[in-house]
């Protein structure tokens, strides 16, 4: 069985930095596609970045262009999210996604296996 868990989430000033995992069990990386989105209050779920654990490649939202990295650490079946200079129009729950695709997609419904969501507080 899939499984990821989401952490890393909390309470944070504007400018601030977290850092998001993404533990994932019951399979292995090869071949998946890992995307965290993100969905504040009133608003439709959003991804924010992916990485392919075929080749490396990834994909951000401009929205965080330059101040979001997304890695991966295959050998603990781990993807992490590094969030600096954190904005409050960042605030939201955060959520990883994994998929067997070879591809980055951005389409929330193309994921079939999805964290828990873990909350980020940005105050200003």
């Known amino acids: 069985e899939v499984q990821l868990q989401a952490s890393g989430g909390g309470l944070v000033q504007a400018g601030g930095s977290l850092r998001l995992s993404c533990a994932a069990s019951?399979?292995?990386?090869?071949?998946?596609?890992i995307t965290w989105f993100r969905q504040a209050p009133g608003k439709e779920r959003e991804a924010v970045s992916c990485?392919?654990?075929?080749?490396?490649?990834?994909y951000y939202a401009d929205s965080v262009k330059g101040r979001f990295t997304i890695s991966s650490d295959n050998a603990k079946n781990t993807v992490y999210l590094q969030m600096n200079s954190l904005k409050p129009e960042d605030t939201a729950v955060y959520y990883c996604?994994?998929?067997?695709?070879?591809?980055?997609?951005?389409?929330?419904?193309?994921?079939?296996?999805w964290g828990q969501g873990t909350l980020v507080t940005v105050s200003s």
């Open positions: 996604a994994a998929e067997r695709i070879t591809i980055c997609v951005s389409i929330a419904a193309m994921y079939e296996s």
């Open positions: 990485i392919s654990s075929t080749d490396g490649s990834t």
């Open positions: 019951g399979f292995t990386f090869d071949d998946y596609a």
